[in-house]
């Protein structure tokens, strides 16, 4: 069955936990997480409909908006889902919407070890624009953030 596009809302908090937890070495909490809806905020989430009406939770993103601005927050794909497109698809969600919204001017940070995310957002049109030393905790110490732009 073909996954569902859906933007997110507080009674999918437990799934993303879920998600969320399993996807990220930093997860955010519930208490982020829960703080991420209204009208501030655009979100999508794809979701695979099982038996009854079931549905389970692949990924999401969460960006904020502000004039014609938006940042991307958080995005993730459930670990067993990596590697097979999903990501990519939430992303060409994410910037259609943006599209649709009039928000040109496109902005996130990612952890300079994350290879996966940065190939994934320059093969989307983003590029580096700059760097914030030791932004990051890191597992073995403090990382630096790559600032991403997409004008
Ligand atoms: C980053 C993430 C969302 C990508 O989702 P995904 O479903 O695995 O990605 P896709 O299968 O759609 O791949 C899209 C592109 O990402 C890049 N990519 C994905 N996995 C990669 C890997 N292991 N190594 C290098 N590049 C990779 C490639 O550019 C790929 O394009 P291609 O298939 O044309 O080569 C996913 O890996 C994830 O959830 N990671 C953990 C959470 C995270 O780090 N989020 C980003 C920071 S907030």
Not at 42 to 54: D, H
Not at 63 to 90: F, H, Y
Request: hydrophobic share 40%; net charge neutral; aromatic share 8%.
């Amino acid at each position: 069955m073909q996954p569902l596009f859906r933007p997110l809302s507080a009674d999918d908090l437990d799934a993303m936990l879920v998600v969320e937890q399993a996807a990220h070495v930093h997860p955010w909490s519930r208490r982020l997480l829960a703080d991420s809806f209204g009208e501030r905020y655009i979100t999508g989430s794809l979701w695979l409909p099982e038996q009854g009406l079931k549905e389970r939770l692949l990924g999401y993103f969460i960006a904020d908006r502000i004039l014609d601005e938006s940042t991307l927050m958080n995005i993730c794909v459930s670990p067993g889902q990596q590697g097979g497109g999903l990501g990519r698809q939430l992303m060409e969600h994410y910037l259609r919407l943006c599209e649709r919204q009039g928000l040109t001017r496109l902005w996130l940070e990612v952890r300079e070890s994350n290879i996966a995310a940065r190939a994934l957002y320059l093969s989307c049109g983003y590029v580096e624009s700059g760097r914030r030393r030791h932004y990051y905790q890191g597992i073995t110490g403090p990382e630096d953030a790559i600032m991403m732009n997409k004008c």
